[in-house]
């Protein structure tokens, strides 16, 4: 069952980041996104893209956030070597999202991981 979607949710953590009440690593922000160092990196870079409002996650996209999503995806090769992954083929990146329980989502509020730089990593 879908929630409905909320600008900003009170009691969301990465709501609470966004609105600069926990702080964070901010890689990259504009009016519809955000982007923050992960807490916990699996890897050399591992940065997370979250849109501004509160979509709980991917189970709740629909054709109207299709240009945020498409925002978020062609951010994402920029902000990938600006924080130091290699260049493609021999380098590149790992874009994630964690969806649901059985998808091990433990923040709902979407968000995309992007990691990488030189192997071996933490965890991926
Ligand atoms: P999920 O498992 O939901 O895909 O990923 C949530 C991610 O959020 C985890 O990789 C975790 O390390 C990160 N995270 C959790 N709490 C915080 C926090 O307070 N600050 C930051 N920067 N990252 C967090
Ligand atoms: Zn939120």
């Not at 600008?7 to 690593?25: M, N, W």
Request: hydrophobic letters at 40%.
């Amino acid at each position: 069952m879908k929630e409905e979607i909320v600008q900003h949710a009170p009691d969301c953590l990465f709501c609470r980041i966004v609105a600069g009440k926990i702080p964070s690593r901010i890689v990259y922000q504009d009016e519809e996104l955000f982007v923050f160092h992960d807490i916990h990196p699996w890897a050399p870079v591992h940065f997370l893209m979250i849109p501004k409002v509160h979509i709980p996650s991917m189970a709740h996209v629909g054709v109207e956030h299709a240009g945020l999503l498409g925002r978020m995806m062609a951010l994402a090769p920029r902000l990938a070597l600006q924080e130091g992954c290699n260049p493609y083929p021999g380098g590149g990146f790992r874009i994630l999202s964690n969806t649901g329980a059985e998808g091990g989502q433990e923040v709902h509020h979407l968000h995309i991981h992007v990691m990488g730089g030189p192997r071996p990593w933490l965890k991926g």
